[in-house]
């Protein structure tokens, strides 16, 4: 058992985002290590080195063209008025897309431009132009040309591109491991039986699929208890094992939030609290030379939070540029309240109505996970801002690709149970539609 005792924290920093984020970046210094892998599995990898073509594409001249190979100087004199005859192992020889030219024979007439006269002779009347319907040997890729900078992200064409010229082992940037720590005495699987207080641990899951998502390599460490002996435990086996740590609840002020004060004995913290709602009580640290991050317990703040600090390490240590959401114009369909002096994030319903996007904010709840799977954008009040009024035009940033938003039908007024069932119904008959049903008294004018 711990003898320890820990003092609550009460009072948490309000840093600001950007700073926690660029102190937490800096202090991520791992180097970049790569790793050998079959080209044909390395959809979405980063390449660790520049890449070079082992072979030209085609590595031998091919015809192009159904149809006959000829040597072009032979069928000069071939015209409409003059139709030329041509002997087949002579002046020519049959071949299929693909194949190679055989020596001798420079040009292929595509076998709709051909008349058989018999077995052995076949008469034209156009002129072949030297190397037309011929793909030359590395028409495509010549061999040794670099086919990938380092630091690209290989796509599902760039793969054929390897393959087709015997790059079939290429260098990639290791996932950067991601160790993902739930932490409550509270927390149960999702098929354990349920009593009260109990809590189904699903966060872990979610920071695990964002992990992949953004190209590292989450482990998911089973439940550990809000004991400081197992928490301490926890975060030294993962510091040895992965790049980076992920420690979820007991981040803030609760008789059993430890996380800070072990994280400070092993290592240090450089921040506890950012000034944003929800997601305050997070809390950045570094063991040895890993980076710790712990995040919120409540779904919301923990799912932002992982966004803001965690995706940024992932980035950085593969060597990419961290996405961007594409923003959009909205109108406010009602006022918004905001935190001075923190930044407020808040998820937002959007309508088209009327030719104008319309924006209505979701619950601002952080224990609310459906404001996140409902939201069409976030809406992000400065720490200057003290909100905005109704009718005022705000910029978004967008969960959903805005075709899908013009193509939602919007039901406004309290929640009736037959909208789901229509909404399914619709789904059914008309996959690019949907029907979303905002809970507003009514859409402004
Ligand atoms: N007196 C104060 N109380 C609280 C403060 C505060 O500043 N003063 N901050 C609040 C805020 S903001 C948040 S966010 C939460 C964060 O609390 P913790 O990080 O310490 O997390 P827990 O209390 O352990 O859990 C809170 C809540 O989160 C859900 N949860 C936790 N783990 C999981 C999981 N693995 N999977 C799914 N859901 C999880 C669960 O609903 C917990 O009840 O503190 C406020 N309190
Ligand atoms: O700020 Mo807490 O992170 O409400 O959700």
Known sequence: ?????????????DKPREKARNEVLAAFDLPQEKEWIPAASALGRITAEPVFANVSMPFYHASAMDGIAVNAEDTYEAHEQRPLHLKMGEQFVYVDTGNAIPPHYNAVIMVENIQVIDDETIEIIEPATPWQ???????????????????????????????????????????PMVTIIPTGNELVSADASLSLGRIIEFNGTVFSSYVEDWGGQPYLHPIVKDEPEKIREALLEAVETSDMVVINAGSSAGSKDYTVHILEELGTVFTHGVATRPGKPVILGKIKDKVVVGVPGYPVSAYMAMEWFVRPLVCKYLGVPEPERPKLKVKLGRRIVSTMGAEDFVRMNIGYVDG???????????????????ADGLLVVPPEELGYEQGDI??????????????????SGSHDLTIDLLSSQLKRQRTDMKI????VAAWPD
Do not use: C, W
Not at 141 to 168: C, K, N, S, Y
Not at 395 to 409: F, G, H, K, S
Not at 436 to 439: A, K, N, T
């Open 1 to 13: 058992m711990d003898k320890i005792r820990y003092n609550r924290k009460i009072y948490l920093e």
């Open 133 to 175: 319907h011929i793909r030359p040997i590395g028409e495509d890729i010549v061999q040794e040309e670099m086919l990938f900078t380092q630091g690209h992200q290989l796509r599902p064409a760039d793969l054929g591109a390897l393959l087709a010229t015997q790059v079939t082992e290429v260098a990639v940037v290791k996932k």
């Open 356 to 374: 104008q996007f319309v924006a209505n904010p979701l619950t601002r709840a952080a224990g609310v996970t459906m404001s996140l799977v409902r």
């Open 394 to 411: 705000v910029e978004v940033e967008l969960y959903r690709p805005v075709e899908e938003i013009m193509n939602a039908i919007v039901f």
């Open 436 to 439: 979303v049903s905002s809970h």
